[in-house]
């Protein structure tokens, strides 16, 4: 009986050949390594919040200086009357930019307020801050999901096209009654339309 000839070993490299391959990647290491150094030294110089002036497209009235409010001081802004911005008979006002605004306020495990009223298919700005701890805002069936930290103001914008009802959840943990952080969004039909802020 015959022996199968037997196969040669796989070629190995050598170590001259495995020292080039890791120079490449300490190189490609170092150089992810400096591009983050330099975007975070950018964020912490320029800041990370958004900005609600007149160049960003969110121009607003009191104490919301660029993205940022006194959470303690809440009584002087828009989030001191939480909800859909209407003019004196009730009615939803247009902004600037074409959208309607609301002001909601996360904290006490609740979100402020906590059923919404907007119309289906018109733009509405979502201005979200939190008095206490961290807490998430993510509307159920969008893709809005945003962190809402005390003193910061998230502005987003969104469009139900359905007349129904949408959940706003806390998907962050902010402590014993997380569990119960949820607000409604009743989207009724269009409205005949909006009034304009003057």
């Not at 958004?50 to 919301?64: E, F, K, R, V, W």
């Amino acid at each position: 009986m015959s022996r199968a000839p037997e196969s040669a070993p796989p070629a190995r490299l050598d170590h001259h050949a495995l020292e080039r391959y890791e120079t490449a990647w300490l190189g490609v290491a170092a150089v992810m390594t400096a591009l983050l150094f330099v975007g975070v030294l950018a964020s912490v110089v320029s800041g990370t919040y958004p900005l609600l002036d007149a160049g960003s497209g969110h121009a607003h009235d009191g104490p919301i200086v660029r993205g940022r409010v006194d959470p303690k001081n809440l009584a002087a802004t828009p989030f001191a009357k939480p909800g859909l911005v209407v003019d004196a008979a009730g009615q939803p006002l247009l902004n600037d930019q074409g959208t309607l605004d609301a002001y909601i306020v996360a904290g006490n495990f609740t979100f402020q307020p906590a059923v919404l009223r907007v119309p289906a298919g018109v733009p509405v700005t979502l201005h979200v801050t939190a008095t206490d701890v961290a807490h998430g805002f993510e509307v159920t069936g969008t893709n809005i999901n945003a962190e809402i930290l005390p003193g910061h103001v998230a502005s987003l914008t969104v469009t139900f096209r359905h007349p129904g009802e949408q959940h706003a959840i806390c998907n962050e943990y902010c402590g014993v009654g997380h569990h119960n952080m949820i607000t409604r969004f009743v989207v009724d039909p269009p409205a005949t339309g909006a009034k304009e802020t003057q």
